[in-house]
Nanobody, 114 residues
Framework: QVHLVESGGGLVQPGGSLTLSCTAS????????VGWYRQAAGQQRELVAI??????????ADSVKGRFIISSSRDNTENTVYLQMNSLKSEDTAVYYC?????WGQGTQVTVSS
């Protein structure tokens, strides 16, 4: 079983930046895939960005390419995944969920509004 805890959500103005963190109960390098999904109100959950194969492969949704960056910690714990979100748009408003090997975090709300 993998426990995932997100943090860093909040309210930000359009064009602003926000960084989400997801702390896992095991090393990221030991997981098959870890990343971020989001679900806007009334819509299906969708992939935002994911790291797989021990960090050698990353995939981004077309809607966030060039604006969002997924990365993982390189300290001794190696158990945190980050999502740096830049040039945020109102359509990025959603609950963001951390995903890891078929497990989910509780989600963190990101609201982009002026």
């Amino acid at each position: 079983q993998v426990h995932l805890v997100e943090s860093g959500g909040g309210l930000v103005q359009p064009g602003g930046s926000l960084t989400l963190s997801c702390t896992a109960s095991k090393r990221i390098s030991s997981m098959r895939a870890v990343g971020w999904y989001r679900q806007a109100a009334g819509q299906q959950r969708e992939l935002v960005a994911i790291i797989s194969h021990g960090g050698t492969n990353t995939v981004y949704a077309d809607s966030v390419k060039g604006r969002f960056i997924i990365s993982s910690s390189r300290d001794n714990t190696e158990n945190t995944v980050y999502l740096q979100m830049n040039s945020l748009k109102s359509e990025d408003t959603a609950v963001y969920y951390c995903y890891g090997d078929a497990y989910w975090g509780q989600g963190t709300q990101v609201t982009v509004s002026s």
